[in-house]
């Protein structure tokens, strides 16, 4: 089974019932929803989550929620868009598929961007909830 990883943006405040929402509007796989912290902000919480590729309706997201990859190695989420950002801002403003990221360097962050704001966001282990 092929698997996608989704992260659902939400606060300290309202996560618990998104979590249940989550769980019935999704069929998590391998039971574990991961909660991340902004250490900046820490009202605000990501929910990642992996669910069966196969069954994901591309056009049919759960509210504030977006597809990430991640690196295993340096814990670091990001989109495709982020991704490409990220190596026009290190490679002055060129993008080369072939251009090598140092992921230690964005261990433990979110790389997002909403249309040409890039932003990382250093995240922390908040809590695992078994669904």
Same mark, same amino acid.
């Given at each position: 089974?092929?698997?996608?990883?989704?992260?659902?943006?939400?606060?300290?405040?309202?996560?618990?019932? =998104?979590?249940?929402?989550? *769980?019935?509007?999704?069929?998590?796989?391998?039971? *574990?929803?991961?909660?991340?912290?902004?250490?900046?902000?820490?009202?605000?919480?990501?929910?990642?989550?992996? !669910?069966?590729?196969?069954?994901?309706?591309?056009?049919?997201?759960?509210?504030?929620?977006?597809?990430?990859?991640?690196?295993?190695?340096?814990?670091?989420?990001?989109?495709?868009?982020?991704?490409?950002?990220?190596?026009?801002?290190?490679?002055?403003? !060129?993008?080369?598929?072939?251009?090598?990221?140092?992921?230690?360097?964005?261990?433990?962050?979110?790389?997002?961007?909403?249309?040409?704001?890039?932003? =990382?966001?250093?995240?922390?282990?908040?809590? !695992?909830?078994?669904?």
């Amino acid at each position: 089974m092929k698997t996608k990883l989704l992260c659902t943006f939400t606060d300290m405040h309202s996560y618990d019932a =998104e979590l249940e929402s989550i *769980k019935k509007y999704y069929d998590i796989v391998f039971d *574990k929803i991961f909660i991340l912290q902004d250490i900046d902000d820490l009202n605000s919480l990501m929910l990642t989550y992996n !669910i069966n590729q196969d069954t994901f309706n591309t056009s049919n997201f759960y509210k504030n929620t977006i597809s990430v990859h991640r690196k295993k190695d340096s814990n670091t989420l990001y989109t495709i868009n982020s991704l490409n950002a990220l190596i026009k801002k290190l490679n002055n403003g !060129i993008l080369n598929n072939n251009f090598v990221i140092d992921w230690n360097l964005y261990k433990n962050k979110i790389l997002l961007v909403d249309g040409d704001s890039y932003r =990382e966001v250093s995240t922390r282990l908040y809590n !695992i909830k078994k669904v």
